[in-house]
């Protein structure tokens, strides 16, 4: 079992890459994400590997690192998503937005991922609700944390992201700008306050 290599960028393709290890090229199969940080051709690189045995062969996926393996893992486990939509949605979201995407229930910002339309995208954010925890992601896990809490999911707080969704702005960052802005005003806070505060984190 492969879990992580260490090696030479040989090969950069659309959407899959060649490490050389000694000599060896292991062909990985990779998100755009972890692509773009992979370096140029002829520098060392390091990459955290899923394997995946076949009946008839050994497939590699490489990532930037654990956090985005581990929701690798976890979006195969949402029915219709297999390997290469998870790679799809890694493409376009870094673990810490695709975690808030899930708890904000923002299926829009799955589904700009190629290839993965409404109803994937509302398995994903649906079946994985209570899941994303599961990975140490940093802010992203933190904003689920607070999610749990009465504060977070009051009437306020559902009109403040509304507000801030009518505005233009996508579900996943009113979310996230009115938690920042619970975080900072307390329980007390009504819907305006919230709209004001959260309007003040989108504009940093």
Known sequence: MIGR??????????DWAIIDVGGVGYQLSCSGRTLRGLGAVGETTRVHVETFIRDDRIVLYGF??????????????????????????????????LTQAVVAQDKAAVSRANGVGARVAQRVVTELKDRMGDIGLGPGAALQADAGGATVDG??????????????????????????????LGD???????IRAGLKELAQ
Do not use: H, W
């Open 64 to 97: 930037a690192d654990q956090a985005e393996r581990g929701c690798f893992r976890l979006l195969m486990t949402v029915q219709g998503v297999g390997a290469r939509t998870a790679l799809a949605i890694l493409s376009v979201l870094t673990p810490d937005e």
């Open 155 to 184: 009437a306020d707080d559902a009109d403040a992201v509304s507000a801030l969704v009518n505005l233009g702005y996508g579900r996943s960052e009113a979310y996230g700008a009115v938690v920042a802005a619970r975080r900072v």
């Open 188 to 194: 007390g806070a009504d819907a305006s306050g919230l």
């Open 5 to 14: 290599l260490n090696g030479i960028v040989d090969t950069i393709d659309e």
